[in-house]
């Protein structure tokens, strides 16, 4: 019983800890992925509970940056299958419980 | 036709304008203005008295022509004409009277006639005829916007128009007519054409009558088109449409990839945690991952260095200098100060001291093909092999500058004028101008199979004074036979045919016939004091002496040698004499003007190169193929060589060149393994003869010449220089 509690007790510490942008795909170049990445961590902070306010957040910013046609998913549970530019897709997970998927493709 | 009337107010010259433009229009109404015109010209002052008496002066025909006017049915009232002949109209039934019963008649008064007295009557009352128009207004007043006030118009308008009326008739001889009435002849279906052209009247038709007459032409025949006055035409085209072609291409579109997966909180969950044992894991090895890193530093730091040599090229190379000298400085010592005692006790022999020895691992095994000082640089001097090493005395170690050459180097020669410039000349019969100013491995020039390469291996190269032009210029000799004159153009090697060693008995063929056959040029040399004389060598053992003016002809020949001759010399300081050096094991020494050598050394071995000593002209050294340098001084011994001493450290290596430095007591030998040694000669090898107390030792040239002179004359002539 012990040994369960503190598993369980260790997870709730894991997740309570792991808020961190943790990138699960990306073929962009390294300057482009900060950017993005810190980008998808502002919208999200900004618009913690909306995320659809933060998906179109990301989205704009993102057509005026690296020009038009980006497309962004912001929750917490979907599927997905996209076709995408080669060198512009980030999927990265946010806050523990998110998903951030942006892509490029005109 | 309709009346006219005249203000008779206008001053005349507007009425004759008037008059004028009326004439202008037409003859018909011509007539009646005349008529008028005439009666506008009566004095003024006969109307005046007739008006008041009525019979006194009367103007029968004025006044009856004025009367047919004045009274005609439209004469309009209040217009200014008719007051001044108001009177005549009383007299308008009169009209048809006879001019006899003029003066019967009872003069009949109106009622309200003023009875005038006598005197009231024959007082003259003079009336002027103005040209102002009495219906215009005197007093207009308008509002000065320039004064702010309001102000008289003193100039008022005094033209009244009481008539006005256009015509459109044209005179009959004007060039407009003249068409009009072509065109109405050209019509000839039209029957009334004619008479229309001819008579002008209908022209002046009221328009009525003309929409009538118009209207009855056109039930008659075709309506015909007014004159184009203006001449205009309309002209339509239309311009070849360019023919279109549709085209259709398309840009690759950019590489896109599938990329699919899942968002679910497990997923995101896992990853969080995988991520985190990574970094747990990765904590444990941060200490070994640091010492990679800083072996990967390291790495990077030897990788750099290759770019930071550049830049610090210099430094490094003081550095590797200083570095070389602390390693070598017993040997730096030697150089400079090293003198053998022993020679003090020695007769007349020296010695030779190594020094440095100069070997490079990318030239092991490669044979010293020739070896030659820089001329301005004294501590710099090149060798080749399979490559060119450029090396400075200062840096044993390694070579200066390293070119790698695709053919086997045969020949080198440093410019003495531009030290950097360094001619070589190759195993496959090409010659080459390097430049060490620049960093490239590339040579400068280079000759090539389309101008004038050598077909066989170039033996020796030398540079020479700048020619006319001021072109550099080099000399080649190859065993194909040629020497050859390279001159450096802008961007290419000229060449130009010096000598053909052709031999004197030319070979028979087989078949009887006579085959031109060439010698093979070992080496050749310029005779220091007269640079169009030079000697060539031949592998037949021959030496040509030829000159630049004459090709293809030998100023003299000798038979030198049995083997083939492997260098000639001139001596430092006469003119005249020569060494040569050759397989067959001998070294002679030459008077260009003698066929006979004036000295023959055997050394037992075949003799690779011989030098004469810069710094005496008795002096001479040479280099055998059994490792033995052997330096002489005829002024010592002339039989005997003052020095032979193995300079190699293994058997059988042979020693295949020699060259002097200029400066220092210095030679270097070079060896068939690649090595380069370099060797200090004793004090008693390089010793100034004669050397008195309180006396100078002579020196230069003006001593030098005598001093071999003397020796060679005890050759030439023994008896005699006995007998002295």
Redesign the interface.
Same mark, same amino acid.
């Given at each position: 019983m012990d040994q369960q509690e503190s598993e369980s007790q260790q997870k709730e510490d894991t997740s309570k800890r792991h808020t961190y942008p943790l990138i699960r795909n990306s073929d962009m170049h390294e300057e482009m992925r900060t950017e993005a990445m810190e980008l998808c961590v502002t919208a999200c902070e900004k618009f913690s509970s909306n995320n659809e306010g933060a998906a179109r957040m990301i989205k704009e910013t993102l057509d005026k940056k690296f020009g038009p046609a980006w497309h962004v998913v912001v929750g917490e549970g979907f599927g997905f299958e996209i076709t995408h530019e080669v060198k512009n897709i980030l999927y990265m997970f946010f806050g523990g419980n998110q998903a951030i998927l942006l892509w490029k493709c005109a | 036709m309709d009346s006219l009337y005249f203000n008779l107010n206008h001053p005349k010259e507007k009425t004759n304008n008037i008059f004028k433009n009326i004439f202008q229009r037409g003859s018909m109404i011509l007539v009646a203005i005349k008529a008028d015109f005439n009666w506008v010209r009566m004095p003024f002052s006969n109307i005046a008295k007739s008006d008041r008496t009525g019979k006194k002066n009367p103007s029968p025909i004025s006044a009856r022509r004025s009367s047919s006017i004045a009274g005609g049915p439209r004469l309009k009232p209040g217009s200014v004409v008719p007051r001044n002949i108001a009177s005549v109209r009383d007299d308008g039934e009169q009209d048809d009277d006879d001019a006899n019963a003029w003066d019967n008649r009872a003069l009949l008064k109106p009622d309200d006639q003023l009875n005038l007295t006598e005197a009231e009557l024959k007082e003259e009352i003079t009336r002027i005829l103005k040209a102002n128009n009495p219906n215009a207004p005197q007093n207009i007043v308008r509002f000065n916007y320039k004064e702010k006030m309001y102000k008289l118009i003193p100039h008022v308008e005094q033209l009244a128009i009481h008539f006005q009326m256009d015509g459109n008739l044209i005179p009959v001889d004007s060039e407009e007519a003249k068409r009009q009435l072509m065109m109405k002849k050209d019509d000839e279906n039209s029957p009334e054409s004619e008479s229309e052209v001819v008579n002008a009247e209908t022209e002046v038709k009221p328009t009525e009558e003309e929409d009538e007459d118009g209207n009855k032409r056109v039930a008659g025949q075709k309506e015909k088109k007014p004159a184009n006055q203006f001449n205009f035409s309309d002209r339509a085209s239309q311009t070849y449409n360019n023919p279109s072609r549709d085209r259709g291409e398309m840009t690759e579109p @950019? @590489?896109?990839?599938?990329? =699919? =997966?899942?968002?679910?909180?497990w997923?995101?969950?896992d990853?969080?945690?995988e991520?985190?044992e990574q970094q747990q894991k990765s904590k444990e090895k941060k200490p070994s991952s640091k010492t990679l890193e800083k072996q990967k530093v390291k790495k990077t730091n030897q990788a750099d260095q290759g770019d930071d040599m550049l830049k610090v090229a210099k430094s490094a190379k003081i550095l590797e200098r200083m570095v070389n000298q602390n390693t070598f400085d017993e040997i730096a010592l030697d150089f400079k100060y090293y003198e053998d005692d022993a020679d003090d006790f020695r007769d007349q022999e020296g010695t030779l001291l190594p020094l440095w020895k100069f070997a490079c691992d990318k030239a092991k095994k490669l044979s010293v093909t020739s070896l030659t000082w820089n001329k301005k640089y004294t501590d710099l001097f090149a060798q080749s092999k399979g490559l060119i090493l450029l090396y400075s005395l200062k840096n044993p170690s390694y070579p200066e500058f390293i070119y790698y050459t695709e053919s086997g180097v045969m020949s080198l020669d440093f410019h003495s004028d531009y030290p950097h410039l360094i001619a070589a000349g190759f195993y496959d019969g090409s010659v080459a101008v390097y430049n060490t100013a620049e960093s490239t491995q590339v040579p400068k020039y280079t000759s090539s199979a389309r101008n004038g390469k050598h077909t066989d291996p170039v033996w020796q190269v030398k540079w020479q004074k700048d020619d006319l032009d001021g072109n550099m210029n080099f000399f080649s000799v190859s065993s194909d036979g040629r020497v050859v004159c390279w001159t450096l153009a802008k961007s290419e090697l000229l060449f130009t045919d010096v000598v053909t060693l052709s031999l004197e008995n030319s070979l028979e063929s087989p078949d009887g016939g006579i085959v031109a056959a060439l010698g093979c040029g070992t080496c050749f040399d310029f005779n220091k004091q007269q640079d169009q004389i030079f000697l060539v060598c031949t592998e037949e053992g021959k030496v040509h002496k030829c000159s630049k003016s004459y090709t293809n002809q030998f100023l003299d020949t000798f038979d030198a040698h049995h083997m083939a001759v492997y260098s000639v010399v001139w001596n430092s300081f006469h003119p005249k004499i020569y060494l040569t050096c050759s397989a067959d094991w001998t070294v002679k020494i030459w008077d260009h003007t003698c066929k006979d050598p004036l000295f023959t050394y055997d050394l037992g071995s075949a003799v690779g190169d011989a030098a004469w000593a810069p710094y005496s002209s008795t002096v001479f050294a040479a280099v055998t193929a059994d490792g033995k340098v052997f330096v002489f001084d005829l002024n010592i011994n002339k039989y005997e060589p003052i020095c032979e001493q193995i300079v190699v450290q293994k058997k059988k290596t042979k020693l295949t060149h020699i060259a002097f430095n200029s400066k220092y007591p210095i030679i270097i030998v070079g060896d068939d393994r690649g090595n380069i040694t370099s060797l200090k000669l004793s004090p008693n090898l390089r010793k100034k003869p004669k050397e008195k107390k309180g006396q100078e030792a002579p020196k230069g040239p003006e001593y030098e010449i005598p001093k071999l002179d003397k020796i060679l004359s005890l050759v030439r002539d023994p008896e005699a220089a006995s007998k002295q």
């Open positions: - | @950019p @590489p896109r990839l599938n990329f =699919s =997966s899942n968002a679910t909180q997923e995101i969950f990853a969080y945690l991520d985190y």
